[in-house]
C-alpha cells in the first residue's frame, strides 16, 4: 500500500471573498501562510516522513507546499496536474455573479450538467487529470508515503475516485478547508479513504478565523472556490 496525503492549500484573499480561483495564480494571504507553518509543525511531530511532495504549481498550493517541506526537509517538486480546475471566464468572479453573468449554464449545473465551467474544465476532465496524475507518482514510489499540495476540487475528484464515483457526483464530500489533511491508501487495485479533511492543526488554536467556513454552495458539485 502507499500512502497518499492530499492536502488543500491555505488561505487566500479571494476564498475570503467567495471569488472562483481556478487557474488564477492567488498567493496565500497572511492567515494562509500560518495555517501552512501549523500544519507543516504538526506533521513534524507526528513523525510523518514523505518520500516525496508534490504541489500544483500555482502560488498558493506551491508556498503551503514550501513551509511543509522546509520543516520535513523534502525538497517540492512541481506538478502542473495537480492544478484547480480551470474556471475559465468564471475566474475571478464571486458565486453571485456567475449566477446573474452566467444564468444558463449555471441552471444546467446545478441540474447536474457537467459543462465546461465558464467555457473552462468539465468536472470529468479535472478527474480524469487528478487521478492520472496521482497513479503515475504512487507507480514511482510503491509502498511510500507521499504528499500531493493541491486545490479543493481536486481533492473532491480525487476522493470520489476512491469511492467510485465520476462525473460531477462530489456531493458525499464536505467543503476541503484550508490546509485539511485527507488521507489515501492506494494499492495496486484499489484506493481506500483513511483521514477526511483534518483540520486539528487549526482547531488548536481555538481562533476561528483559522478555520475556513465553506461558501453558502459548499455542496454545488464543482470545485472549491
Not at 484573499?13 to 492567488?26: A, I, K, L, S, T
Not at 492567515?31 to 500555482?58: H, K, T
Request: overall charge negative.
Amino acid at each position: 500500500m502507499t500512502t497518499v496525503y492530499l492536502i488543500r492549500h491555505g488561505e487566500t484573499d479571494w476564498n475570503m471573498q467567495g471569488r472562483w480561483q481556478g487557474h488564477v495564480d492567488v498567493p496565500l494571504n497572511e492567515i494562509g501562510y500560518r495555517q501552512a507553518r501549523l500544519l507543516a509543525n504538526r506533521l513534524a511531530r507526528d513523525g510523518v516522513r514523505f518520500e516525496a511532495i508534490y504541489s500544483s504549481d500555482l502560488a498558493r498550493a506551491y508556498q503551503t507546499a514550501w513551509e511543509i517541506g522546509t520543516v520535513l526537509k523534502v525538497p517540492v517538486q512541481l506538478l502542473p496536474a495537480l492544478r484547480e480546475i480551470d474556471t475559465g471566464r468564471w475566474s475571478g468572479l464571486t458565486t453571485d455573479e456567475v449566477r446573474t453573468q452566467f444564468p444558463d449554464e449555471w441552471e444546467q449545473i446545478m441540474q447536474g450538467h457537467d459543462l465546461p465551467r465558464g467555457g473552462g474544465e468539465t468536472i470529468a476532465a479535472l478527474q480524469r487529470r487528478v487521478v492520472m496524475a496521482v497513479e503515475a507518482m504512487v507507480a514511482q514510489h510503491r509502498g511510500h508515503t507521499l504528499a500531493f499540495v493541491t486545490h479543493g476540487g481536486c481533492i473532491r475528484a480525487l476522493l470520489a475516485h476512491a469511492e467510485n464515483l465520476t462525473g460531477s457526483v462530489f456531493g458525499n464530500y464536505p467543503h476541503i478547508g484550508n490546509t485539511s489533511v485527507s488521507i489515501l491508501e492506494i494499492g495496486y487495485k484499489h484506493w481506500r479513504v483513511k483521514l477526511l479533511n483534518d483540520m486539528r492543526h487549526l482547531e488548536v488554536e481555538h481562533e476561528p478565523s483559522l478555520v475556513s467556513t465553506p461558501p453558502d454552495d459548499a455542496e454545488l458539485p464543482t470545485a472549491e472556490q
